[in-house]
């Protein structure tokens, strides 16, 4: 049995969904504060040098694990598993991204609720002529109010789920055709703003020239958890877009697109950001709250700012939204593929486990700011964001690589890849067999032990 819905009407509607999948807070939140915390260009370099020999050969494999399986992830896994192993237990790999995509939704809809409160925050003036310290209060407050982030979690929550029910999917997706290159504009004339009235110079140096003795064994590991994090990989979320994928469309070439979109945009927010935090004295390694906190300075001080604030965090909400969606996607296909039920029971079902377990989330902000479980530096946000980017999602990432490169047979890798290039073919498959494993699991290694 083929997955319950249609293929996608077209290569690009594929492509769109799969870039809006990437491109999200992992790029605008998450990829500033992790350059910033993590040295700044050290980071970068790693961070593309990650996306380049580990993250591009991995989501070439879960693409095509995902098309030849053509089922939910842990069905997929399974069934390629007892063809090829002789052992459906590779079933567990689609099983432990079901749990994994639960926990990284859960801190997910929590940041995009930031985003979502910051919408008419914005419009309403709230940060007109507001330096450094006035962004870092009022992000603080935010912080703060439990109610308040529980609020807009609920509604991104809330929203996730009627977009993933609602069969509203086409309608969105063919809405962020246009809503994402003009979050990709509004990027671009951020970067324009930090070269006039932030300190472009500095901003530029501190994420393009690395230096390298700042990095260890803690940068790579950062770098490449965030890798797989901002292209969706290591957790089934391609396994279930592939196993919707049209048989004539390239996977290598749609692999391609989407990490050039989504490095251009991590890229781009960087750039934003960095100008500003050093024009305003803010701190580069800020946290979690880094664009919160710069991003808003411009919109302050920039004319029409009020609106142009509110359109940019409406469109990276936008963003978060068809990411959020393909978190939820793959373990609502095991749900219904697995168990059976209404898709609608599954996506309310699946939905408020999330939410719930989002509640760790809002409280690491506030009422437990300063609890530190297994004490050392990380809040029990940090905690849930470095098990699941940092250890599960390499983890998966690697076992499907595994996968694909020992496992499945050579010729059907060969097939779904597509003959037209027999050298990259070859390259493709040294790196998922060796240098993707390795690297991984040498990183994993040294920070764990
Ligand atoms: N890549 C998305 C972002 O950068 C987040 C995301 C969506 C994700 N699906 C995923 C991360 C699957 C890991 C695995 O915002």
Redesign the pocket.
Known sequence: MVAQHAAWSSRFAFIMAAVG???????VW?FPYMAGSGGGAAFVLVYLGCVLLVGVPILVAELMLGRRGGRDPVSTMATLGAQHSGSAAWGLVGGAGVVT?LF?LSF?SVIAGWALAYVPKALLGGFAGADGAATQATFGALLGNPLALLGWHTAFMAMTVFVVAGGVRGGVERASTWLMPALFAMLLVLVGYGMVAGDFARGAAYLLQPDFSKIDGGVVLAAAGQA????????G?MLAYGSYLPAGVSIPRTSVVIALCDTACAVLAGLAVFPIVFAFGLDPSEGPGLVFVTLPVAFGQMPAGALFGAVFFALLVVA?LT??V??LEPVVAWGTGRHGGSRGAWCLGVGTVAWALGFLTIFSFNLWAEVRPLGGERTVFDWIDYLTSSVM?PLGGVLLALFAGWLLPREVAAAEFGADDAALFRVWRFLVRVVAPLSVVGVLLDRLL
């Not at 999948?21 to 790029?27: D, M």
């Open positions: 999948s990437a491109v999200g807070l992992g790029n998450k995509a990284v997910y797989f994090f901002s292209l969706s990989i290591g957790l979320t978060a990411s959020a393909s978190l999602l």
